[in-house]
């Protein structure tokens, strides 16, 4: 489990987070929401080690995130940027193997067992046939599948996503939440992803988690927190709900001229 308590963090001097607690279960997948600005990727980075906490704490397992070695963390928890621009053009197959680093050792090449796991992620998210094209030459949709494909290989409990859907259409979209809801049951893993896509969120997630001016202003069941009052009080507009035939949670409408 992740557990933050009290996180207070930030840039410079500009306070983002304001005392914040949260925990996240190794098996659930969450969705973070919230107005832009309000701390999403601030959160995320704090949770993954990238930011130190100015106050408060954040523990994976009990353990105080700073008493994890780097590689020790990257064995933990995996980061799906919403799209990674690499120095040099690489192959499809060496992106995903950039997620084996945290197992390689000093002066060591990659092991066979490190090209099988390689070759079981690519062939699990149908990128196979995409294996020895250029990372730069892919459409927005397959880049974030290799992404994952990247974050799977690194054998993680914790896969965290940053906005990951927000460059893609509505196929894709659906496509990429489809994946994550398919690898948190089948391999187990806790996920956690910042979307705007207040629909899919509730389709799909577990918990919902509404952030504003960096904390927490509830969280809970789709069916809790797709209300409109919440939903007012989180981007001060109003939002009708009403509950979708097809997921049987509520949904947005939006409203008309
Ligand atoms: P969100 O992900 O919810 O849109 P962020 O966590 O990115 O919000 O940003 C929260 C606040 O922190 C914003 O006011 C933003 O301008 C500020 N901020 C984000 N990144 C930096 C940075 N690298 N340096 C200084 N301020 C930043």
């Known amino acids: 489990m992740i557990k933050a308590q009290g996180l207070r963090c930030g840039y410079d001097k500009t306070e983002v987070l304001r005392g914040l607690d949260l925990h996240l279960d190794s098996a659930e997948l969450a969705v973070l929401i919230g107005p832009n600005g309000a701390g999403k990727s601030t959160l995320l980075f704090a949770l993954l080690g990238f930011l130190k906490a100015w106050a408060g704490k954040v523990s994976l397992y009990g353990k105080d995130l700073n008493a994890y070695g780097r590689l020790e963390l990257a064995k933990q928890i995996a980061f799906v940027p919403q799209e990674s621009f690499f120095q040099f053009d690489y192959r499809v197959y060496d992106v995903v193997m950039m997620g084996r680093y945290p197992y390689l050792g000093m002066m060591q090449s990659w092991s066979q ?45 914790y896969i965290f996503l940053d906005e990951s859907l927000s460059q893609l259409d509505i196929n894709h979209q ?30 799909y997630a577990d918990r919902m988690i509404f952030i504003k001016s960096g904390r927490i202003l509830g969280q809970g069941t789709p069916q809790e927190m797709m209300q409109e009052h919440l939903l007012q009080d989180l981007f001060g507009t109003r939002l009708s ?14 409203p008309g001229k």
Do not use: F
């Open 174 to 203: 659906i496509d990429i939440m489809q994946l994550l809801r398919s690898i948190n049951q089948s391999q187990g893993k806790g996920i956690l992803i910042i979307s705007h896509n207040l629909n899919l969120a509730a389709n």
């Open 241 to 254: 709900t009403h509950i979708n035939p097809e997921s049987k949670v509520p949904n947005i409408v939006y």
């Open 113 to 157: 067992a490190d090209h099988q796991m390689v070759g079981k992620v690519l062939a699990s998210l149908n990128l196979g046939e995409l294996s020895q094209r250029y990372y730069s030459e892919l459409s927005g949709g397959e880049k974030q599948r290799v992404l994952i494909a990247r974050a799977l290989a690194q054998d993680t409990r």
